[in-house]
């Protein structure tokens, strides 16, 4: 994402969940398997503060 390189969570033939890198900013969304790339539209990072925490 925007040249930052994260971890799949899951993935599937139509979806991909995945982390997203601290400050990534924005840009496109590129996908490398087995040497192809593919780049997908431009997106917008934004951090939203769900307000949610882990219990203790």
Known sequence: ???KTTQI???TDTLLVVGIPAN???GAVK?????????GQSFKYQDINS???EPD
């Open 1 to 3: 994402m925007n040249g």
């Open 51 to 53: 307000g949610y925490h």
């Open 24 to 26: 990534v900013g924005t």
């Open 9 to 11: 969570a899951s993935a």
């Open 31 to 39: 996908v490398a398997v087995n040497g192809k790339d593919v780049t």
